[in-house]
């Protein structure tokens, strides 16, 4: 590890959340042209939650691909349910496989409730935890395909007659916001009141690739900038970067590795 700040401090994750969501139900899934089923209470309950929602119709079957983008890039309730029932039958059972992925890859400090990540006092982790399930996440090739894609076309259906498309909430907020040898690879965000403003990204510097979590932002802006900041101060190559206020510094729940 490079750098850390409250490392191993219990935080709440928000939809940081489902990169495991995300990992599990790529690993479960056999191929990715099969259909899925959306059903009204996929999208019901989570637009009574105010969860974010890929946009799915109730009685819409997009393919496991279109699910998957639709559960990162745009942090889709709608299409996390649906591979969560498609893989395990219910969310529950789901959140059960992912607790087991928890053991596997050695996670000591990590605990799910949900597959979305709505705040749930049992639904926590660490920033060191985090960052080495986006380093699992990465080492899979759907899974870093997905994780680095930009946008993603969901095509026309009779309940979606104009498409939807889904825009990478991560990439969004750096467009405009790099530095000189360094390029975004991907990476997730998320948002709660009791999180606040989260951010696991993995970009490459110098040829070098690097994962990067800043959980408990007070804004979008304040994670871009502290990200920016601390691929200035910790990575080789003489990269500069300032920030608008003048400061550099990683000065939230932190963790910065190099894969």
């Given at each position: 590890m490079i750098a850390y700040r409250n490392e191993q401090v219990k935080l709440y994750p928000a939809s940081?959340?489902?990169?495991?969501?995300?990992?599990?139900?790529?690993?479960?899934?056999?191929?990715?042209?099969?259909?899925?089923i959306v059903t009204y209470d996929m999208a019901a309950t989570y637009i009574a939650l105010d969860a974010s929602r890929a946009g799915f119709e109730?009685?819409?079957?997009?393919?496991?691909k279109d699910v998957l983008y639709g559960m990162i890039l745009c942090l889709g309730a709608d299409a996390l349910l649906a591979a969560a029932e498609y893989v395990a039958g219910s969310e529950q059972g789901f959140v059960d496989?992912?607790?087991?992925?928890?053991?596997?890859?050695?996670?000591?400090?990590?605990?799910?409730?949900?597959?979305?990540?709505?705040h749930d006092k049992d639904n926590y982790s660490t920033a060191e935890d985090i960052a080495m399930i986006l380093e699992?996440?990465?080492?899979?090739?759907?899974?870093?395909?997905v994780l680095s894609a930009v946008e993603y076309k969901y095509a026309a259906t009779k309940k979606n007659p104009d498409g939807l498309t889904f825009e990478s909430t991560l990439f969004s907020r750096m467009y405009g916001d790099g530095m000189p040898g360094m390029k975004a690879l991907g990476g997730k965000t998320g948002f709660t009141d009791e999180a606040g403003n989260c951010m696991a990204k993995i970009a490459e510097i110098n040829e070098k690739t690097y994962i990067l979590v800043l959980c408990g932002g007070k804004t979008n802006w304040n994670n871009v900038y502290n990200?920016?900041?601390?691929?200035?101060?910790?990575?080789?190559?003489?990269?500069?970067?300032?920030?608008?206020?003048?400061?550099?510094?990683?000065?939230?729940v932190s963790s910065f590795i190099l894969v």
């Open positions: 940081l959340t489902k990169i495991m969501t995300f990992i599990v139900a790529a690993e479960n899934m056999d191929g990715l042209s099969a259909a899925v109730p009685g819409e079957t997009p393919t496991l496989m992912m607790n087991d992925k928890c053991e596997e890859i050695g996670l000591k400090n990590t605990h799910f409730t949900t597959v979305v990540g709505l699992y996440a990465i080492q899979k090739k759907t899974c870093r395909e990200t920016l900041s601390a691929y200035s101060v910790y990575c080789a190559g003489g990269i500069e970067y300032i920030p608008p206020d003048g400061k550099k510094y990683i000065d939230i």
